[in-house]
């Protein structure tokens, strides 16, 4: 279950190294020094919660209503052009 944490809406329990957190109303991912690691840009769902896919070191993300793929490393491997992904 999700927490808030000082400067975030929203913070997600941790799946490995990062996880995902909600800052402004906006998605991205930290560490666990809640350093930003993939950027606060991403859509979130009408209630301000994480939206959002993975499959291992893969992130399905939704920016302005099209969906996109990163890494965990932030490189853009799909761009954000598509109705919706699958992973």
């Given at each position: 279950?999700?927490?808030l944490q000082s400067g975030f809406d929203f913070?997600?329990?941790f799946?490995?190294?990062l996880c995902p957190a909600v800052?402004?109303?906006?998605?991205g991912?930290?560490?666990?020094?809640?350093?930003?690691?993939i950027p606060f840009e991403y859509d979130t769902t009408q209630n301000g919660?994480?939206?959002?896919?993975?499959s291992g070191e893969?992130?399905?993300?939704?920016?302005?209503?099209?969906?996109?793929?990163?890494?965990?490393?932030n490189k853009v491997l799909l761009n954000f052009i598509y109705?919706?992904?699958l992973l």
């Amino acid at each position: 279950k999700g927490q808030l944490q000082s400067g975030f809406d929203f913070v997600e329990k941790f799946k490995g190294k990062l996880c995902p957190a909600v800052k402004n109303g906006r998605l991205g991912w930290v560490n666990a020094k809640m350093e930003t690691i993939i950027p606060f840009e991403y859509d979130t769902t009408q209630n301000g919660r994480p939206l959002y896919q993975t499959s291992g070191e893969l992130i399905a993300l939704c920016q302005n209503t099209k969906w996109g793929v990163r890494n965990l490393k932030n490189k853009v491997l799909l761009n954000f052009i598509y109705d919706s992904v699958l992973l």
